[in-house]
């Protein structure tokens, strides 16, 4: 079957409707459903990549985990989204599951690095179990996601302090063919895109390449990789 544009072609995740199995729902760059059991899809409002979703059997809801802007859900079957509470410290989240408790039901999501942070639906209060909301103890460079990558690939990093910043992609000659950052910037989390493209605009050939955060007097260096 057929069911979304040409720029989704990832999926991430499915959830069934506890209360209906012929509605389905696929998560992407957004979230695609289908009220006929897959015959046919469409495409929600939701504008966030989503990596994971769990429903609340309790009320129906469906709560999702995006990359960048931490939990949203909604009441409708998404025809309409809403972001859930106060965002972690850590917003790029890739999973999360809903509980159920005498007071109301508990949402838990797993963020990349921080990990993992919980909600009551009943206060939509937050706090981090074994995760950490203040700001970073040290500055890190996660890998980039995905990888391999085609069209653009995800890189986070974050800051223990305030400072100047650079982000450099290199070729395997170590010469510099993209600056993604070169700026002063606060404590933090932070993420950039990259198109897989040089300095000048032009398309890079499939390969190995290495992305370099300079931060304080720190070097941090990983791998990735291009696929066209």
């Not at 639906?121 to 460079?141: F, V, W």
Request: aromatic residues 12%; glycine residues 10%.
């Amino acid at each position: 079957m057929t069911m979304r544009a040409e720029s989704d072609t990832e999926h991430y995740t499915i959830a069934l409707d506890p209360f209906n199995p012929e509605n389905i729902f696929i998560g992407t760059n957004t979230v695609w459903k289908s009220l006929d059991g897959g015959g046919t899809w469409i495409r929600t409002g939701l504008d966030q990549r989503v990596f994971d979703m769990a429903f609340d059997e309790s009320n129906g809801y469906l709560y999702a985990a995006t990359y960048g802007s931490g939990v949203v859900f909604t009441k409708d079957g998404g025809e309409t989204w809403e972001f859930w509470g106060d965002l972690p410290a850590n917003p790029y989240l890739h999973s999360i599951d809903v509980g159920e408790r005498d007071d109301g039901s508990i949402i838990y999501a797993g963020s990349f690095g921080t990990g993992v942070f919980e909600w009551s639906e009943k206060s939509t209060s937050i706090h981090s179990l074994g995760g950490n909301e203040l700001p970073p103890e040290n500055s890190t460079l996660m890998q980039n996601y995905p990888n391999p990558f085609n069209s653009e690939t995800q890189i986070e990093y974050s800051t223990v302090k305030s400072g100047h910043i650079t982000l450099r992609i290199f070729n395997l000659l170590g010469q510099t063919v993209k600056t993604l950052l070169d700026k002063e910037q606060c404590e933090g989390y932070y993420s950039v895109v990259w198109n897989g493209k040089d300095d000048r605009g032009r398309s890079l050939a499939s390969g190995i390449y290495y992305y370099c955060l300079k931060v304080e007097e720190r070097i941090i260096t990983k791998k990735l990789v291009l696929l066209r």
